[in-house]
């Protein structure tokens, strides 16, 4: 694009969001040079933010007369680089499209704008006796239209599901700027499952602008109780007799000592400092339900050497502990200047082997690792540490990461639990799926995208293209990567 044309297409985007709609100085671009994966950078030419469907549709357009990428984002927590603007052009951030447009309880749906953070939703719905139960970790900064584009999942999908199960209907500007509205308000709509099939595809199908959520019943009663272990082991193997005992949590989730000491420096919630790990465990439906699985549950815990299990008895006992799971992350931050959160996800039985796999990596590359994960789903989220400062800390990370996402597909896993591919992963996907499998994908993809503008680079490999890099090169690239398109 020349200089001209650059700013006859400025001019144009000014036109369609007004000057407070555009970020093009380079210093304030710096905010959008990378989500919650901090290891690959690079930063949009320009950011725009719609308010309107409309606007989102007259963007879109605007880019395909100038021939101009574009990758739309919500609030940035993906943690795979998905929303990387990969060759500049244009972020389309959806973040002041913010508004719950509809709540139906009879029908158990609502409808909202992409950019609605998730927990804003859960509290609107406070007190009506439902509520949206995909509840990622992030729900707090996260928004709907990021769940629909990862497939975002929490410490809930163990008995919920993942948003998928969720969501009934979008409205989407197509890469040619179509608009076009697949699914529904009815569970069933008759027809191919498009909705299923644009849930989790990481935004190469178009821009979210509308979602159609469904509304789930409030439980009667829940139970959440702590188990403290001495070891790793003894906490991964609880879960399993949990699981293989019939009962299925609401939520059951698993942090070692490293994230139990950083809670402790940060928010000083009095979790035991000396314990290897603890289990946070929730039962939730009828009162009579949930007091017989509470104490099968204790028992099974007991038997697999925990030193204690606490219940939180009052309402508020259980958001304490709930707190204490939705910060672990930004407790983090005072264990080392970056760090890089992988996504794996294996079978449950098979948690005590990938955690001895993540310790044995993070000592052969020294590097300090800690685990905080939604262990009944046996989703795994080692955490790395280190100085993005310093180039042989990101090549051990990133060394270590491989090792550990490998081995997740060596026990029968596969490389994303619930953030998605991004650009990070594309490697892998040659390793978990055939090149038959690879080329349905591209297909239908290119059904939706077929010239490649919109999110370019992202998901898939190119078949038979290895070692070619991205058009344009970003910041400290991923030592392994092989092909990206």
Not at 115 to 138: C, E, I, K, M, Q
Not at 322 to 331: D, E, I, L, S, V
Request: with cysteine; charged share 20%.
């Amino acid at each position: 694009m020349t200089a001209a044309t650059a700013s006859a297409f400025l001019d144009r985007l000014r036109e369609i969001v007004g000057e407070d709609g555009l970020l093009y100085d380079p210093a304030e671009l710096l905010v959008y040079e990378c989500d919650g994966y901090v290891v690959e950078k690079k930063t949009p030419d320009v950011v725009v933010f719609p308010t309107t469907t409309e606007q989102v549709v007259k963007i879109v357009q605007t880019c395909n007369e100038h021939d101009v990428p574009f990758v739309p984002r919500g609030a940035g927590t993906s943690l795979a680089g998905g929303c990387l603007p990969i060759g500049g052009g244009v972020m389309i951030a959806l973040t002041r499209m913010n508004k719950i447009l509809e709540v139906n309880l009879r029908d158990r749906y609502a409808v909202v704008e992409p950019g609605v953070v998730n927990v804003h939703l859960t509290r609107h719905l406070a007190g009506t006796g439902f509520h949206y139960a995909p509840d990622p970790s992030s729900q707090g900064a996260c928004t709907i239209g990021g769940n629909v584009a990862t497939n975002s999942g929490g410490p809930h999908t163990l008995k919920y599901g993942v948003t998928v199960n969720h969501v009934l209907g979008i409205e989407f500007v197509q890469p040619d700027g179509t608009l076009t509205e697949i699914g529904g308000i009815v569970d069933e709509p008759g027809a191919y499952d498009l909705t299923g099939l644009f849930v989790g595809s990481e935004g190469t199908f178009g821009v979210c602008t509308k979602v159609i959520v469904r509304l789930t019943r409030d439980p009667v009663a829940y139970r959440t109780m702590l188990g403290v272990f001495e070891t790793v082991a003894d906490a991964t193997h609880a879960i399993s007799d949990i699981i293989g005992a019939g009962i299925i949590p609401a939520a059951l989730e698993m942090m070692d000592q490293g994230i139990i000491t950083a809670l402790e420096d940060a928010f000083h919630f009095g979790f035991p400092l000396d314990a290897g790990a603890v289990l946070l465990i929730e039962v939730d439906g009828l009162e009579v339900s949930v007091d017989r699985e509470a104490r099968e549950i204790i028992e099974l815990c007991n038997g697999r050497n925990a030193r204690e299990v606490r219940t939180a008895d009052t309402p508020e006992k259980r958001q304490l502990l709930w707190k204490c799971r939705k910060q672990a992350f930004g407790a983090i931050g005072r264990l080392s200047p970056s760090y890089c959160t992988q996504d794996g996800v294996v079978p449950r039985t098979k948690l005590p082997e990938i955690l001895a796999a993540i310790t044995e990596s993070g000592n052969r590359h020294g590097i300090r690792v800690v685990n905080v994960f939604h262990a009944g789903d046996g989703n795994i989220h080692p955490i790395l540490l280190f100085d993005e400062r310093d180039q042989d800390q990101i090549r051990r990370v990133m060394l270590a990461s491989d090792e550990i996402l490998s081995k997740c597909i060596e026990l029968g896993g596969s490389v994303t639990g619930e953030h998605g591919i991004g650009v990070e992963k594309i490697n892998f996907m040659s390793q978990l799926f055939t090149e038959d499998d690879l080329a349905v994908m591209d297909d239908v993809r290119k059904a939706f995208n077929p010239d490649g503008r919109c999110s370019p680079q992202k998901m898939l490999p190119t078949a038979g293209a290895c070692g070619m890099e991205h058009h344009a090169p970003i910041e400290k690239s991923h030592p392994t990567r092989r092909a990206a398109m």
